[in-house]
C-alpha cells in the first residue's frame, strides 16, 4: 500500500518559522524598550506612597518586605507579558498596519490598570497591616 507524501504547496513560504521570528522581533523592539517605563512607573507609586507615609511604613523595612517586593515586582513583569499575547496576533492580522500605529494604546491602558493594581494593592492589602 503507498501512502501519499505530503507535498509543499506552493501559497505558503518553505517555512513558516522566519516569519514568526520577524513578528516577535518587531513586538519584542516595541514592548521590552516600554518595559523601562513600566517599570518606573510602578517604582513611583511605591515610593510615593512611602514618601507619603513614611513614618507609617518604617517599619516595612526589612528584609522580609524587601523579598515580597521583588516577589511583586517579579509578578508585575510576569503581566506585562500578556501583552506579547494580544500583539502577535494582531501583528499577523489584517488590521497590523492600524494595530502597529495604535499600540501604544495597549500599553498605556496596561500600565494604567497596573497603577490602580498597585495602588489598591497597598492601599487596601498592605497599608492596614503595617504596625
Known amino acids: 500500500?503507498?501512502?501519499?507524501?505530503?507535498?509543499?504547496?506552493?501559497?505558503?513560504?518553505?517555512?513558516?518559522?522566519?516569519?514568526?521570528?520577524?513578528?516577535?522581533?518587531?513586538?519584542?523592539?516595541?514592548?521590552?524598550?516600554r518595559r523601562v517605563?513600566?517599570?518606573?512607573?510602578?517604582?513611583?507609586?511605591?515610593?510615593?506612597?512611602?514618601a507619603a507615609s513614611w513614618p507609617h511604613f518604617r517599619p516595612m523595612f526589612n528584609l522580609h518586605s524587601l523579598l515580597l517586593l521583588a516577589i511583586f515586582a517579579l509578578i508585575a513583569n510576569a503581566c506585562y507579558?500578556?501583552?506579547?499575547?494580544?500583539?502577535?496576533?494582531?501583528?499577523?492580522?489584517?488590521?497590523?498596519?492600524?494595530?502597529?500605529?495604535?499600540?501604544?494604546?495597549?500599553w498605556l491602558l496596561g500600565t494604567l490598570f497596573a497603577?490602580?493594581?498597585a495602588n489598591y494593592w497597598i492601599a487596601d492589602e498592605i497599608y492596614p497591616f503595617v504596625n
Request: charged share 15%; hydrophobic share 55%.
Open 37 to 50: 517605563f513600566y517599570n518606573l512607573l510602578l517604582a513611583a507609586v511605591v515610593l510615593i506612597w512611602i
Open 81 to 106: 507579558c500578556a501583552a506579547y499575547l494580544a500583539d502577535i496576533p494582531m501583528v499577523s492580522s489584517p488590521l497590523a498596519d492600524t494595530w502597529i500605529r495604535r499600540r501604544w494604546i495597549l
Open 115 to 117: 497603577i490602580l493594581l
Open 1 to 33: 500500500m503507498d501512502v501519499a507524501q505530503p507535498t509543499q504547496s506552493q501559497d505558503f513560504p518553505n517555512s513558516p518559522a522566519p516569519h514568526f521570528r520577524v513578528l516577535l522581533a518587531g513586538s519584542i523592539r516595541f514592548w521590552e524598550i
